[in-house]
């Protein structure tokens, strides 16, 4: 049995299939299992994949039909081995001692669940971004969702953790088989959230997570009612177990909220009018039944939220607010960052920490 087994769902991916591999095959932990899963690639990917398959007896291809990216994943996990899990994505790559320090971690812990922070990055300039979202308070400490709700908050980066695979498998904790659909990353990472009893986190960051390859299906404003799909996933999964719902139905409601923002802003104008009317009307249901209390409106302001239900059309103007500021504090944090960890103080310029 391999330490980890690391799973990477390949679609047309060609220009950057091979850093992704690199990064893989020269991971610092020797111990591990590399399942691609080719998904109907009709470019470069699959010869691109056999070539590596020759060079690494570790390495294990699945070609398959095209069937999205659930089903895709679905069947890297199905196939692995490994006591645990990790996922990249074919367009990111990985810090080489990635796996290595992740698996450590969750050995001294027993962690059904190991979670490090990310950069972003940019190819054109090769310039990166820490982006911070773990906080080193929280660090090295054994937790879970009952304990601190804030776990389901960070952001659904399924491919900055590992996960025991006898976890995923004895809570059959599955991708949403949709096909052809994007954010299939939402409900898997809600579910193991809820549902792991060890979690550790880590502020250190250890994948690259690319910003600027435009066939990302995150990127797609065609695709605009997937997102309410992993809700409707969400939902299902807290309907069938009771006891979660009752402690995380208004996290999962922040989050819903929070993630059909995001995705109207990927939207022009006209389709940010169809979606509209489906992101107001069920958040209108929602208050109207007098769920959506304190817990809610402490992470959700309210002055916006009664646009949303009562005057959707003139919730177009908060979307454009929102929209300037998230531009504005994404070109500042590209400028300049500074944050305070552990006593000290890191210092980041143009992509690089000079302190």
């Given at each position: 049995?391999?330490?980890?087994?690391?799973?990477?769902?390949?679609?047309?991916?060609?220009?950057?299939l091979s850093e992704c591999a690199n990064s893989i095959i020269n991971q610092s932990l020797a111990d591990i299992e590399i399942i691609f899963v080719n998904d109907g690639s009709t470019d470069k990917s699959g010869e691109i994949l056999e070539n590596f398959a020759k060079q690494d007896?570790?390495?294990?291809?699945?070609?398959?039909?095209?069937?999205?990216?659930?089903?895709?994943?679905?069947?890297?996990?199905?196939?692995?081995?490994?006591?645990?899990?990790?996922?990249?994505?074919?367009?990111?790559?990985?810090?080489?001692?990635?796996?290595?320090?992740?698996?450590?971690?969750?050995?001294e812990n027993d962690a059904d669940i190991v979670k490090s922070d990310w950069y972003h990055y940019w190819s054109k300039n090769k310039f990166s971004r820490k982006n911070n979202r773990i906080s080193s308070a929280k660090a090295f400490k054994v937790t879970n969702s009952f304990e601190?709700?804030?776990?389901?908050?960070?952001?659904?980066?399924?491919?900055?953790?590992?996960?025991?695979?006898?976890?995923?498998?004895?809570?059959?904790?599955?991708?949403?088989?949709?096909?052809?659909?994007?954010?299939?990353?939402?409900?898997?990472?809600?579910?193991?959230?809820?549902?792991?009893?060890?979690?550790?986190?880590?502020?250190?960051?250890?994948?690259?997570?690319?910003?600027?390859?435009?066939?990302?299906?995150?990127?797609?404003?065609?695709?605009?009612?997937?997102?309410?799909?992993?809700?409707?996933?969400?939902?299902?999964?807290?309907?069938?177990?009771?006891?979660?719902?009752?402690?995380?139905?208004?996290?999962?409601?922040?989050?819903?909220?929070?993630?059909?923002?995001?995705?109207?802003?990927?939207?022009?104008?006209?389709?940010?009018?169809?979606?509209?009317?489906?992101?107001?009307?069920?958040?209108?249901?929602?208050?109207?039944?007098?769920?959506?209390?304190?817990?809610?409106?402490?992470?959700?302001?309210?002055?916006?939220?009664?646009?949303?239900?009562?005057?959707?059309?003139?919730?177009?103007?908060?979307?454009?607010?929102?929209?300037?500021?998230?531009?504005?504090?994404?070109?500042?944090?590209?400028?300049?960052?500074?944050?305070?960890?552990?006593?000290?103080?890191?210092?980041?310029?143009?992509?690089?920490?000079?302190?």
């Amino acid at each position: 049995m391999a330490k980890v087994s690391v799973i990477v769902p390949v679609y047309n991916v060609e220009k950057y299939l091979s850093e992704c591999a690199n990064s893989i095959i020269n991971q610092s932990l020797a111990d591990i299992e590399i399942i691609f899963v080719n998904d109907g690639s009709t470019d470069k990917s699959g010869e691109i994949l056999e070539n590596f398959a020759k060079q690494d007896q570790r390495i294990i291809v699945i070609n398959k039909s095209n069937s999205g990216y659930g089903n895709t994943m679905n069947m890297g996990i199905n196939a692995a081995s490994g006591e645990y899990i990790g996922i990249i994505e074919s367009d990111d790559f990985a810090d080489s001692k990635m796996f290595e320090e992740l698996y450590k971690i969750a050995v001294e812990n027993d962690a059904d669940i190991v979670k490090s922070d990310w950069y972003h990055y940019w190819s054109k300039n090769k310039f990166s971004r820490k982006n911070n979202r773990i906080s080193s308070a929280k660090a090295f400490k054994v937790t879970n969702s009952f304990e601190d709700k804030s776990l389901l908050r960070i952001d659904p980066s399924v491919w900055s953790a590992i996960y025991k695979r006898e976890f995923l498998n004895r809570n059959n904790i599955k991708f949403l088989e949709t096909p052809g659909a994007s954010y299939q990353d939402l409900a898997f990472s809600f579910k193991v959230f809820a549902l792991a009893k060890r979690v550790i986190l880590t502020d250190k960051a250890y994948l690259y997570y690319r910003q600027d390859n435009m066939n990302s299906s995150v990127k797609s404003k065609t695709k605009v009612y997937c997102v309410c799909d992993e809700y409707n996933e969400i939902d299902k999964f807290l309907e069938e177990h009771p006891e979660l719902k009752e402690k995380f139905k208004i996290q999962e409601e922040i989050n819903r909220y929070n993630a059909y923002v995001s995705s109207i802003l990927r939207l022009d104008d006209e389709k940010r009018e169809e979606f509209l009317p489906v992101f107001s009307n069920h958040f209108k249901e929602e208050y109207n039944s007098g769920k959506l209390q304190d817990e809610f409106f402490k992470k959700i302001k309210k002055k916006e939220f009664m646009v949303l239900i009562n005057t959707p059309e003139k919730y177009l103007k908060v979307l454009q607010s929102i929209e300037r500021k998230r531009r504005f504090n994404r070109f500042r944090k590209n400028f300049l960052s500074v944050h305070f960890r552990n006593g000290k103080l890191e210092m980041t310029l143009l992509g690089r920490q000079v302190i």
